[in-house]
């Protein structure tokens, strides 16, 4: 069965750091598009930041509210995702969520999702 | 970016009623609009992608429309597991959107 779990959730200070990890199984996670999508308390899904499968350039993009400050990666070997958040600011609390890009013809969409791990940047 | 609207916000239903919800794009973005079902402390769940085709598993109450810039998700007759909030997400351009949710609540 294919799986997202993440972690690495916690409290930490404005202007402090934070590393998520998200373990991926049950799937080919190599050819797999990954992305980060987060939701603050009682709030809608916000897109955060993707990075592309190697076959698919290895790139990665974010939003423009973490870019600069966020870095996302990857690595096969271990079928992980990253996301490693630096300058937290208060704005960054949310439940952080894992998911997978799948793609149906032109067509693509998150079909697979974490449980999410909750980010609470507070003094 | 591509903005994307839905609304309702919220809406309140009894079960065995049809539900319809809007989801408008700024710009066209052809039929790469999906459609997720979210209920409380949960991960969001996908219910329709490419506008109209159903996700395996996903009970053929739902069905969804449209193309260009204008979107529908209708349940044909909402059951007491359907009241959850309902987001629309474009895929045709990062950075990838979301709508801003539609709360269906039991009246």
């Known amino acids: 069965e294919a799986q997202l779990v993440e972690s690495g959730g916690g409290l930490v200070q404005p202007g402090g750091s934070l590393k998520l990890s998200c373990a991926a199984s049950?799937?080919?996670?190599?050819?797999?598009?990954m992305h980060w999508v987060r939701q603050a308390s009682g709030k809608g899904l916000e897109w955060v930041g993707l990075i592309r499968s190697k076959p698919n350039s290895d790139a990665a993009a974010y939003a423009a509210s973490v870019k600069g400050r966020f870095t996302i990666s990857r690595d096969d070997s271990k079928n992980m995702a990253y996301l490693e958040m630096n300058s937290l600011k208060t704005e960054d609390t949310a439940v952080y969520f894992c998911?997978?890009?799948?793609?149906?013809?032109?067509?693509?969409?998150?079909?697979?999702w974490g449980r999410g791990t909750l980010v609470t940047v507070s003094s | 970016d591509i903005q994307m609207t839905q609304s309702p916000s919220s809406l309140s239903a009894s079960v065995g009623d049809r539900v319809t919800i809007s989801c408008r794009a700024s710009q066209s973005i052809s039929s790469y609009l999906n459609w997720y079902q979210q209920k409380p402390e949960k991960a969001p769940k996908l219910l329709i992608y490419?506008?109209?085709s159903l996700q395996s598993g996903v009970p053929s109450r739902f069905s969804g429309s449209g193309s260009g810039t204008d979107f529908t998700l209708t349940i044909s007759s909402v059951q007491p597991e359907d009241f959850a909030t309902y987001y629309c997400q474009q895929s045709s351009a990062t950075p990838l959107t979301f709508g801003g949710g539609t709360k269906v609540e039991i009246k």
């Open positions: 049950g799937f080919s996670f190599s050819a797999s598009d």
């Open positions: 490419a506008a109209s």
């Open positions: 998911s997978r890009h799948y793609y149906a013809g032109n067509y693509y969409y998150f079909d697979l």
